[in-house]
């Protein structure tokens, strides 16, 4: 299952208002999106903040709780390496977020998910 990344400004829109409702901050999906869709395992957050749109703090605030989780693990820095980068790890949380963004793009207008995302 693939999410057409970046999101356009209504499908952002949508999965923000939903992100923030569910999971208490607006990035939270989508970074899991990015992340989860990307062709190699490793991340750093300066691309994540690019990628989603957002401030790097907000993107590291995301990957610390990916980390905290269980889902995502800093590697260890290479000499020379400026950046820190992490790793995706294995988990049922980008297959569930793709399927839950999916249901929440997709969804008829009136629909109760409608009413989740729409909730202010």
């Given at each position: 299952m693939?999410?057409?990344?970046?999101?356009d400004r209504?499908a952002?829109e949508?999965?923000?208002?939903?992100?923030?409702t569910?999971y208490g901050?607006m990035?939270v999906?989508?970074?899991?999106?990015?992340?989860?869709q990307a062709e190699?395992e490793?991340?750093?957050?300066?691309?994540l903040a690019?990628?989603v749109?957002?401030?790097a703090?907000?993107?590291?605030?995301?990957?610390?709780?990916?980390?905290?989780?269980?889902?995502?693990?800093?590697?260890?820095?290479d000499p020379?390496?400026s950046?820190d980068?992490?790793?995706r790890?294995?988990s049922?949380l980008?297959?569930?977020?793709a399927?839950q963004a999916?249901?929440?793009?997709h969804?008829p207008?009136?629909?109760?998910?409608a009413?989740?995302a729409d909730h202010?």
């Amino acid at each position: 299952m693939k999410i057409d990344l970046p999101l356009d400004r209504t499908a952002r829109e949508t999965l923000r208002q939903a992100s923030k409702t569910l999971y208490g901050h607006m990035h939270v999906m989508e970074c899991i999106l990015v992340i989860g869709q990307a062709e190699g395992e490793l991340f750093y957050q300066a691309g994540l903040a690019e990628a989603v749109a957002c401030n790097a703090n907000q993107a590291g605030r995301v990957i610390d709780k990916l980390t905290s989780l269980g889902v995502a693990e800093r590697v260890p820095r290479d000499p020379g390496q400026s950046r820190d980068y992490h790793r995706r790890l294995p988990s049922v949380l980008w297959e569930t977020t793709a399927l839950q963004a999916m249901e929440l793009l997709h969804r008829p207008a009136g629909s109760a998910v409608a009413k989740l995302a729409d909730h202010r």
